[in-house]
């Protein structure tokens, strides 16, 4: 199935693009998601264990189930104010 | 106006202002904070910031906050806007109106939410600075960590 991943701040410079669409096998996590994204580009990987993860937009976690469709997010440190 | 704005326009104090504070009598206190660019950063000389947001969590996240600021406080209403984009040194990055009765819980609110924000809104500054440019990394934002959002309330209280 098709899902779309949006990266942002450093992990979007680090991966050359902030929107990203990939065919992930079923059934599908976050988790696994990521897991194939850092076999891409394993440059990502420093990020695991201090990002945050979205689905469709909202906060969520690794264990998380992801559907078709559904946008997935990977986000750095924040940083606002 | 909306009460809660992500936005790459210049943030407006006056207009926010006005937009929480009117029509309500019983009102004694508006206590307001605006962010500036500042054109120094751990010994580097910033020339400007770009801040990038996930435009709809941010909104989400912002709207959070304000909800958390209404349980604590209720008696207060509470604005804000962060702009998005590039941003000169010396412009307004993000705006914070509350209104309140009485002003201690008008300037706690205020505290809070920028504490908040910086701890849960995902939105991040690329500083360039003279030399090179690098993204800022503040926390790890995980909105159901309640021993972080007890410890933006300590502060907001202190």
Redesign the interface.
């Given at each position: 199935m098709r899902v779309t991943v949006r990266l942002f701040a450093r992990l979007r410079d680090l991966a050359g693009s902030g929107e990203l669409v990939r065919d992930v096998q079923t059934p599908a996590t976050v988790q696994s998601v990521w897991k194939a994204l850092v076999a891409e580009m394993p440059a990502l990987g420093e990020y695991e264990r201090t990002m945050s993860v979205a689905v469709n937009a909202d906060y969520s976690r690794m264990s998380a189930s992801v559907s078709e469709g559904d946008e997935v997010a990977f986000l750095p440190p924040v940083s606002g104010g | 106006m909306a009460l809660v704005a992500v936005t790459p326009a210049a943030l407006d104090i006056q207009g926010l202002t006005q937009e929480v504070s009117r029509s309500r009598e019983g009102d004694g206190a508006v206590a307001s904070f605006i962010?500036l660019v500042r054109d120094h950063n751990q010994g580097r000389r910033v020339s400007f910031l770009d801040?990038?947001?996930?435009e709809?969590?941010?909104v989400?996240?912002l709207t959070r906050i304000t909800d958390e600021v209404i349980q604590a406080w209720p008696d207060t209403r509470i604005g804000v806007h962060?702009r998005t984009g590039r941003i000169e040194i010396g412009d307004s990055?993000?705006i914070i109106v509350a209104v309140s009765p009485h002003r201690a819980n008008a300037f706690a609110a205020c505290r809070y939410t920028?504490e908040r924000?910086?701890?849960?809104?995902?939105?991040?500054?690329?500083e360039h600075f003279v030399g090179g440019d690098v993204?800022?990394?503040?926390?790890?934002?995980?909105?159901?960590d309640e021993s972080a959002r007890q410890a933006a309330y300590r502060i907001a209280c202190a």
């Open positions: - | 962010g801040y990038e947001a996930y709809p969590l941010a989400r996240a962060h990055s993000v920028i924000i910086k701890q849960i809104v995902p939105i991040w500054k690329h993204w800022l990394e503040g926390a790890t934002a995980d909105p159901d």
